[in-house]
């Protein structure tokens, strides 16, 4: 018997070799080495459950890559869209280099969109929406991190059976982790119209997927090919502050229109093809008469699936671009070295960095986490703030007056390397001053910590906050 657990356990040591080939950073190597060696079994089993953070999946259109090398003001364009190409040759040298390195960074064309409307909660969002699904005349593409069974969720659920009635071909992904509450019983009226559902599942044994740690979290809903919506919101009535636990929601959407929403219907696809092995190819998917482009626009994605971390980068390139201001708004602070480094050196080189932190939170203890990360903020002139009215889930960023970054994506480790996330990246002043004009309400709202009061807090905060930070990359 001992000798039978013994070699059990050695055989455990299989999975070492899968650890070193993912290539995590260093520290994450370590301690998930040292899990599998001296906690026998119960190391290798959570190794198995949570510790793989990449996956390969085909996609289901060939995009046309951006080579890497060169980047030279000569280089050829990212772009076969002639409106586009005008659009981008019309903008400063230095705007034109930071597309093309997003562009490049991303591996997708710069693209561009005719509108652009930012939406302030889900009192302007859920409206829009309901609107754009009422007029849709071919097809609803809808993709949620959480759809609620409540009453909100069974309004648009309605509306989306309404769509399939009516002739609209109608797609509906949720990820089964997100959307845990949710039943299948309740979709009947909607497959019976039509319409089409999937989960979207990264732990399917059947489909040789073992990835229970890895979620969609991206939000973004498609009709006619005209109208995309992305950001931070789902389905549910907490969104629209109902739920008395949680207070009122705060969080940003956008509406765009034009070019772009092509590149973010390819986005779409590729997650249906995942989930559903049915291909969205169609040339009607993926045109639709629009007015003139007039913003620049890059779809930014991140996921398990990308190598080399392009919305971690992304981001990083926005803070740097910065030069007179650059705002942040986060529903969860636990950054990376990277991400940390790139913030502080904003300010450091004068840059108004103001961070927006939500400290009414579903995981209350990510908060006291992140305030270990303030010390050395504050030692560059950050200016930190804490939302605390209700619950801030904005993932937001907004660079001078010129470039804004509306998505999905939050400063920490599970956004980064283990959501699949979707961010949309603009140029455009209009649309900034909306956002500005939305985060000076919300730092208005907030209270700004004040570094030498926070540094007086007591120690057994300190002690707490230094505690867990080192489980930061866990997060």
Not at 321 to 339: K, M, Q
Not at 386 to 406: C, F, P, Q, R
Not at 437 to 452: C, H, K, S, V, Y
């Amino acid at each position: 018997m001992k000798l039978a657990l013994l070699l059990s356990y050695l055989a455990t040591w299989a999975l070492i070799p899968h650890l070193l080939l993912l290539k995590k950073r260093p520290t994450a190597t370590l301690a998930w080495l040292w899990a599998i060696i001296f906690i026998p079994f119960l190391g290798a089993l959570a190794y198995l459950l949570v510790g793989t953070d990449r996956l390969q999946r085909r996609r289901l259109r060939r995009r046309r890559r951006v080579a890497t090398a060169g980047g030279r003001e000569g280089a050829p364009d990212l772009t076969a869209d002639p409106e586009t190409l005008s659009l981008v040759a019309a903008l400063p040298k230095r705007d034109r280099q930071f597309l093309r390195l997003i562009s490049r960074v991303n591996e997708l064309p710069i693209s561009a969109a005719s509108g652009l409307r930012v939406l302030r909660d889900a009192a302007e969002y859920y409206p829009a929406l309901e609107a754009r699904i009422r007029a849709a005349r071919h097809h609803i593409h809808f993709e949620v991190y959480i759809w609620q069974p409540d009453a909100t969720g069974g309004r648009f659920l309605q509306l989306l059976t309404e769509a399939a009635c009516r002739g609209v071909s109608v797609r509906l992904l949720i990820d089964e982790v997100g959307s845990n509450g949710f039943e299948e019983d309740a979709l009947a009226d909607f497959r019976a119209a039509g319409g089409k559902f999937s989960w979207f599942q990264s732990l399917d044994p059947r489909r040789n997927r073992f990835f229970l740690n890895l979620r969609n979290h991206r939000k973004l809903q498609i009709i006619d090919a005209a109208v995309a919506f992305v950001g931070g919101m789902n389905i549910g009535r907490e969104y629209e502050g109902h739920n008395p636990e949680l207070g009122p929601w705060r969080d940003v959407q956008v509406e765009a229109e034009g070019p772009v929403v092509a590149e973010l219907q390819s986005a779409f696809a590729d997650d249906w093809f995942f989930a559903t092995g049915e291909r969205i190819s169609a040339r009607r998917y993926y045109s639709a008469p629009h007015a003139p482009a007039r913003h620049p626009a890059q779809v930014v994605l991140g996921g398990p699936d990308l190598r080399y971390g392009p919305i971690g980068k992304s981001l990083v390139s926005v803070f740097n671009e910065s030069s007179r201001r650059l705002w942040i708004a986060t529903g969860y602070f636990v950054p990376s070295e990277i991400l940390l480094t790139a913030i502080a050196l904003a300010a450091s080189r004068g840059v108004d960095v103001r961070l927006l932190i939500s400290e009414r939170n579903d995981h209350p203890w990510l908060v006291r986490v992140g305030r270990s990360f303030y010390s050395e903020l504050f030692a560059a002139g950050v200016r930190i703030y804490e939302y605390s009215a209700g619950l801030n889930h904005a993932k937001v960023t907004l660079a001078d007056d010129d470039w804004g970054m509306i998505g999905s994506t939050n400063l920490d480790y599970r956004s980064l390397r283990l959501n699949f996330e979707l961010n949309l990246l603009f140029h455009s002043r209009e649309a900034n001053a909306r956002l500005a004009e939305i985060l000076e309400r919300d730092f208005a709202d907030a209270q700004e910590i004040n570094p030498a009061v926070f540094a007086k807090r007591p120690f057994r905060k300190k002690f707490l906050e230094a505690a867990l930070r080192p489980l930061s990359p866990m997060l």
